[in-house]
């Protein structure tokens, strides 16, 4: 039986009401209901607040750059596809610095679960605008306000066509850790942006802003729909969706390499017998 | 027998064909062969050439004067006609050139014509000329008829039937009408390899078990992706063109970090990109391989030109302090074990390794008689499954006599891998306790380094072993210095020193008191401000007394060099 204990990380350093403590949370709880164990799943995380959340945790970590979250998993995932790789990043990390990525990682369909921790603020670094900040609001380095339109991830992950988009909320634990499951548990990409207040540096986006305008999504919405899921994901306002939004059960990336089908990359053999005597074939092309 | 062939044309007309057909066939009939090529960065029009020189014996360079000179276009007649030696020869189709020459050395032959006639399409121009430049040698015609039959058997006889009556058409009447031509063909030796240094770093990737490249497309690199590409499915490699060289490095990072040996490659702009991943990979003690292909910079440079002026960037690259290798391979073979040894330092040390070449080598062939396999190392310093299970307390970063801790390929036991770009203890969790960090630095810089220093090959001396000259080059210019030592020692006291394996400079003091015991030392540099002399001038104090510099994008030529040295000499 895997429990709470096994996932016992270092203290958090984050401030007191964070709701990166709630996303926390949420993990380890899916994790236990999906039984599965430290040394089986890797994060990656950036560099913000968000990125030192695999240290709160126990498991396979490589905490990279910031903004470079999804290349360092792709990878990792590429050479080891039993693996389940989760990369964990700050909404300026992974929609900011390193939105390239984002909208690569889309296309490869790579086996990774993205979240993110969207506080629409950039924390560690103390309160400046995020490509997700409200129009209009004032943060220091904004004199006029926020001047940039706000990017909507979920609408942008629809338009790309990604195989399964989601957004959470980080004051619905158990909605969170249902939702967390679906993502873990989808074999292609999955994005699931996490509504995350930020109790210190952002204002506007408070719990309460939050807890008034999210509702679930239930009844007859069919997420493998892309025009509903698409309709859907540009409701941002008085009522914010949360939940899955959309599907879409496309070929992953390493399904369509031939030589990953029976067995990961890391467990094909290096230097077998016949392996000099195939580079002497490889050679002979040169004569 | 010493032999240059060059073609010249526009882009797009056909030259890399004619090229290294013609390259294939001497190295095949078992000359010695070197191919380079200066090209535009453009997919028409221009003025590009390829040049091939054989010969029964080694050869090592271009020289600056050609024998046979093929003219696609009105510029290489322009261009190349005061290269061409007084009993050279020269073809040109007047219907491509548009006008006629008078002068006995060049022929003028109905290529485009021929083609159509004889191979159905004027695509074929390039086989003619093919069988009109083997004509003029009046080389056995078998061994190029052989070839196509290789290449092409498996698109039906009609296609080779095409080709060949080109061929034969082209040779024939350059044969009767190149009254000027009198080359004689020596008999020749073994088949030999023909190889690029983008083919054989490739090739020396594979043999040292890479699985892993990823990179955006950059020349003069990206032949390297190319070549794996093409060997993806045989050896099971996974080759990914990221969308930006900073994915590219990442990736590569996290394959490594998970287990596999991973490599990246890029030219100058793309490193730049690189460079914040590469200070993540030394950070995080996570090996990775990068082929840095030199080309004239800053910016964008002369794209498709050529340049030794990313050495000081190659050791300076990336923020913080951390080791690194270096490797500078001169040839083909010295890529091909040098690729194997940056893998191999790579993996042992955990640091990032380096492959520096440029465009001039990278597009330039030469042959190779053999292959040493039993030379290279694949000794496997990950561990993985029980042995790692057996040790209790594991840390990825645990501190050690060499500062080298056992890195560990997560999931394949219950033990966790943990890294972190911020400083980290020894589990790899982020900290900024000042002791730890010291610590840390230690074991990543001060404990590694030493041991490092003593993996460093010495350079390559060749010549006089009492030289009163010593002529000092690194990387590319190895042919090329090496081939104009051959010319001045007939009545020289001068040697070669060659750098391969550069960085750090290898731990000895014999090759220092070479130098400082010469009357006269001289850098050769295809840069403006002589890197590697600021770099020996910094490491150990040495000056060289001058310095010859190429900064022009084009490379040197061994029979202009040589007369660069006199003209300092004396
Ligand atoms: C290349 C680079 N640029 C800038 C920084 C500084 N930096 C660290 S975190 C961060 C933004 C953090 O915001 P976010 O990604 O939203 O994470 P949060 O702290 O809000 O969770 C910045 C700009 C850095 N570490 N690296
Ligand atoms: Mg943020």
């Known amino acids: 039986m895997i429990s709470l204990a096994d996932y016992q990380g270092k203290m958090p350093a984050w401030c007191p009401g964070c709701g990166n403590y709630s996303i926390l949370r949420a993990f380890k709880e899916a994790l236990i209901e999906l039984y599965i164990a430290p040394h089986e799943f890797t994060i990656v995380s950036g560099i913000g607040q968000a990125g030192k959340f695999p240290h709160y945790l126990r498991c396979n970590t490589f905490n990279g750059l910031h903004g470079r979250t999804l290349p360092v998993a792709t990878g990792i995932r590429l050479a080891n596809n039993k693996m389940l790789v989760i990369a964990v990043a700050g909404d300026g990390d992974c929609y900011g610095e390193g939105g390239n990525h984002l909208i690569h990682a889309i296309r490869r369909n790579i086996g990774v679960k993205l979240f993110v921790h969207n506080n629409q603020i950039y924390g560690l670094t103390k309160g400046q605008v995020s490509p997700t900040s409200m129009e209009g609001m004032f943060t220091k380095n904004q004199p006029f306000g926020v001047l940039s339109g706000q990017l909507n991830p979920v609408t942008l992950a629809v338009a790309l066509d990604c195989s399964f988009v989601a957004r959470g909320f980080a004051g619905d634990i158990n909605h969170l850790k249902g939702i967390m499951k679906e993502a873990i548990n989808h074999k292609g990409f999955a994005l699931l942006d996490i509504l995350q207040p930020c109790v210190t540096f952002n204002k506007v986006n408070t719990y309460d802003w939050y807890r008034q305008r999210v509702y679930p999504i239930e009844g007859e919405y069919n997420p493998e729909d892309r025009l509903s899921a698409f309709k859907k994901s540009l409701e941002w306002g008085d009522r914010i969706p949360i939940g899955v939004i959309y599907i879409n059960r496309r070929q992953t990336f390493e399904e369509r390499i031939p030589f990953l089908k029976d067995r990961p990359l890391i467990d094909h053999e290096l230097f077998t017998d016949n392996w000099s005597e195939s580079i002497k074939k490889a050679l002979d092309e040169f004569f | 027998m010493d032999y240059t062939i060059k073609i010249g044309g526009e882009a797009g007309q056909g030259i890399q064909t004619i090229g290294d057909s013609l390259a294939k066939v001497f190295s095949r009939f078992g000359y010695y062969v070197f191919t380079h090529q200066e090209y535009e960065s453009r997919i028409r029009g221009g003025h590009n050439f390829y040049q091939i020189r054989f010969s029964d014996s080694p050869v090592t360079a271009s020289k600056s004067v050609i024998d046979i000179l093929v003219c696609l276009d009105n510029e290489s007649i322009k261009a190349h006609k005061k290269e061409l030696t007084l009993y050279g020869a020269a073809i040109y189709d007047s219907k491509l050139t548009k006008e006629s020459i008078d002068?006995?050395?060049?022929?003028?032959?109905?290529?485009?014509?021929?083609?159509?006639?004889?191979?159905?399409?004027?695509?074929?121009?390039?086989?003619?000329?093919?069988?009109?430049?083997?004509?003029?040698?009046?080389?056995?015609?078998?061994?190029?008829?052989?070839?196509?039959?290789?290449?092409?058997?498996?698109?039906?006889?009609?296609?080779?039937?095409?080709?060949?009556?080109?061929?034969?058409?082209?040779?024939?009447?350059?044969?009767?009408?190149?009254?000027?031509?009198?080359?004689?063909?020596?008999?020749?030796?073994?088949?030999?390899?023909?190889?690029?240094?983008?083919?054989?770093?490739?090739?020396?990737?594979?043999?040292?078990?890479?699985?892993?490249?990823?990179?955006?497309?950059?020349?003069?690199?990206?032949?390297?992706?190319?070549?794996?590409?093409?060997?993806?499915?045989?050896?099971?490699?996974?080759?990914?063109?990221?969308?930006?060289?900073?994915?590219?490095?990442?990736?590569?990072?996290?394959?490594?970090?998970?287990?596999?040996?991973?490599?990246?490659?890029?030219?100058?702009?793309?490193?730049?990109?690189?460079?914040?991943?590469?200070?993540?990979?030394?950070?995080?003690?996570?090996?990775?391989?990068?082929?840095?292909?030199?080309?004239?910079?800053?910016?964008?440079?002369?794209?498709?030109?050529?340049?030794?002026?990313?050495?000081?960037?190659?050791?300076?690259?990336?923020?913080?302090?951390?080791?690194?290798?270096?490797?500078?391979?001169?040839?083909?073979?010295?890529?091909?074990?040098?690729?194997?040894?940056?893998?191999?330092?790579?993996?042992?040390?955990?640091?990032?390794?380096?492959?520096?070449?440029?465009?001039?080598?990278?597009?330039?062939?030469?042959?190779?008689?053999?292959?040493?396999?039993?030379?290279?190392?694949?000794?496997?310093?990950?561990?993985?499954?029980?042995?790692?299970?057996?040790?209790?307390?594991?840390?990825?970063?645990?501190?050690?006599?060499?500062?080298?801790?056992?890195?560990?390929?997560?999931?394949?036991?219950?033990?966790?891998?943990?890294?972190?770009?911020?400083?980290?203890?020894?589990?790899?969790?982020?900290?900024?306790?000042?002791?730890?960090?010291?610590?840390?630095?230690?074991?990543?810089?001060?404990?590694?380094?030493?041991?490092?220093?003593?993996?460093?090959?010495?350079?390559?001396?060749?010549?006089?072993?009492?030289?009163?000259?010593?002529?000092?080059?690194?990387?590319?210019?190895?042919?090329?210095?090496?081939?104009?030592?051959?010319?001045?020692?007939?009545?020289?006291?001068?040697?070669?020193?060659?750098?391969?394996?550069?960085?750090?400079?290898?731990?000895?003091?014999?090759?220092?008191?070479?130098?400082?015991?010469?009357?006269?030392?001289?850098?050769?540099?295809n840069n403006a401000r002589g890197q590697f002399a600021r770099l020996i001038k910094t490491e150990t104090g040495f000056e060289f007394d001058s310095i010859i510099n190429r900064y022009d994008g084009r490379p040197f030529y061994s029979d202009l060099l040589a007369r660069s040295i006199n003209d300092i000499i004396g």
């Open chain 2, 103 to 525: 002068d006995n050395r060049f022929l003028n032959i109905p290529l485009l014509e021929m083609a159509e006639r004889f191979g159905k399409n004027k695509i074929m121009a390039n086989t003619v000329a093919i069988g009109a430049v083997l004509g003029m040698l009046n080389f056995p015609q078998e061994v190029f008829l052989n070839i196509l039959q290789e290449n092409l058997g498996k698109k039906g006889g009609e296609v080779v039937k095409l080709n060949k009556d080109s061929f034969v058409a082209g040779y024939e009447f350059a044969k009767k009408e190149c009254l000027q031509c009198a080359f004689t063909i020596t008999p020749s030796g073994k088949p030999k390899m023909l190889m690029g240094v983008n083919e054989s770093i490739g090739i020396g990737a594979i043999t040292s078990g890479c699985k892993f490249y990823s990179a955006y497309p950059m020349t003069p690199s990206t032949g390297i992706m190319l070549f794996l590409a093409s060997k993806a499915e045989e050896f099971e490699i996974i080759v990914e063109q990221a969308e930006d060289e900073i994915a590219a490095i990442n990736m590569a990072i996290g394959a490594s970090f998970a287990g596999m040996r991973s490599m990246t490659g890029t030219s100058g702009g793309g490193f730049a990109l690189m460079v914040e991943g590469l200070s993540l990979a030394a950070m995080t003690e996570t090996p990775i391989v990068i082929a840095l292909a030199q080309r004239p910079g800053p910016a964008t440079g002369l794209p498709t030109k050529t340049e030794q002026a990313d050495l000081l960037f190659a050791i300076h690259a990336g923020h913080g302090e951390f080791p690194r290798v270096i490797f500078a391979p001169g040839s083909p073979d010295q890529a091909f074990y040098l690729t194997n040894k940056a893998f191999d330092i790579s993996q042992k040390y955990q640091i990032p390794a380096f492959i520096l070449t440029d465009q001039y080598l990278s597009d330039s062939q030469w042959t190779i008689d053999e292959i040493d396999l039993t030379k290279y190392k694949h000794t496997q310093y990950r561990i993985r499954g029980e042995k790692l299970e057996s040790i209790k307390d594991y840390k990825r970063h645990l501190f050690t006599e060499n500062g080298i801790s056992f890195f560990g390929i997560q999931g394949t036991s219950k033990r966790l891998i943990i890294t972190d770009s911020d400083e980290h203890d020894e589990e790899g969790h982020i900290t900024e306790d000042p002791d730890i960090r010291v610590k840390m630095v230690n074991k990543r810089l001060h404990k590694k380094w030493p041991l490092i220093k003593r993996e460093m090959g010495l350079p390559y001396f060749y010549g006089d072993s009492d030289a009163d000259i010593v002529i000092v080059g690194w990387g590319s210019t190895y042919g090329v210095i090496k081939d104009s030592i051959d010319i001045l020692s007939r009545n020289k006291k001068i040697a070669m020193m060659h750098f391969s394996e550069l960085y750090p400079l290898p731990d000895s003091e014999d090759y220092m008191n070479i130098l400082k015991k010469a009357k006269k030392t001289i850098g050769v540099e």
